[in-house]
């Protein structure tokens, strides 16, 4: 699950085995503000607020690249400028991921490397440079905390053109690299009109490719998906309501038995609508339900 709020304290009513930490302020351009200069309130309240409800499985996403360590800042990267820009220091990247596993320790059970790693505006860089970053997370986490597992950049799969053009190679170059990863992640949000059978075709396009790489036989994590957002192109967003919303939620997670998908990440609950989502997740929500079946 995803919690809007997680670093104040927000918390879902509905409930789920594990955390993703991302729209929490909690990614590297929003904690090293300056180089060696670390703001770790928002790591701090989310890991905190889990450990207080129980939590103990949370998943961190290491990326965005801080504007001070970017090759190129443009205005519409996500979070913020400079963020979706490959690390022109790699030996920043290299202190950062030191420095966060070293403090956390087994308070974050797992770091994911990059979200939406085949988009543009979370990482204009290429395959084989996100391959690189994972190797040396990879390296670093292990030493200082071998339980931890490490999870793939995660690719967006609704744009079949850049998820097309990234997946194999970052595939390839992982496999270069002997597969420094314990999980393989992908993101399967179908097209606005799409519902679970659709992302069902994706997963197949997921698991295709994980084949013709000869990939290792690990966990696959659906670390981020909801329904019914606008695109791609003229597709007008969906609202999704009433039993077909709670519907939906079950047999996403039905469906992951079905497909081999170890864990979804639900994206989000809230306290209020989120206009972007076609299902809504939040206290007396219609998908509400949905989570308790």
């Known amino acids: 699950m995803h919690i809007e709020g997680a670093e104040g304290g927000a918390w879902a009513s509905a409930p789920f085995g594990a955390l993703r930490l991302w729209d929490n302020g909690t990614a590297w351009s929003q904690i090293e503000l300056e180089p060696g200069v670390y703001k770790w309130d928002n790591l701090e309240g989310a890991l905190e607020n889990a450990q207080s409800k129980g939590m103990t499985d949370v998943l961190m996403v290491l ?4 504007e001070w360590n970017a090759k190129e800042v443009n205005p519409d990267d996500y979070p913020q400028p ?17 420095e966060v596993a070293t403090r956390y ?69 992982l496999g270069e690299k002997g597969w420094p990863v314990d999980v393989f992640a992908v993101h399967t949000y179908p097209a606005a009109d799409g519902d679970p059978a659709a992302r069902g075709v994706l997963l197949d396009a997921v698991k295709g490719y994980l084949t013709e790489a000869g990939a290792p036989d690990l966990p696959l994590w659906d670390t981020e998906l909801n329904y019914g957002l606008a695109g791609p192109g003229d597709l007008p967003k969906q609202d999704i309501t009433g039993a077909r919303a709670a519907g939906f939620v079950v047999r996403t997670y039905i469906d ?20 972007l989502l076609g299902v809504q997740a939040f206290p007396g929500s219609d998908a509400e339900q949905g989570f308790f079946a």
Not at 256 to 275: A, N, Q
């Open 105 to 173: 320790g087994d308070r974050i059970s797992s770091y994911q490397i990059w979200n939406e790693a085949n988009l543009k505006n979370f990482f204009n860089g290429t395959p084989e440079e996100m391959a690189e970053l994972t190797k040396r997370a990879y390296d670093i986490i292990k030493k200082i905390d071998p339980d931890a597992l490490v999870v793939s950049a995660s690719p967006s799969t609704r744009l079949t053109g850049p998820f097309d053009k990234f997946f194999p190679a970052y595939l390839k170059a």
């Open 82 to 98: 400079g963020a979706a820009s490959a690390p022109k220091d790699l030996a920043a990247w290299d202190a950062w991921v030191t």
């Open 63 to 66: 990326g965005t690249t801080p």
């Open 256 to 275: 992951d038995l079905r497909y081999g998908v170890d864990r979804s990440y639900w994206y989000i609950w809230t306290p209020r609508e989120y206009p």
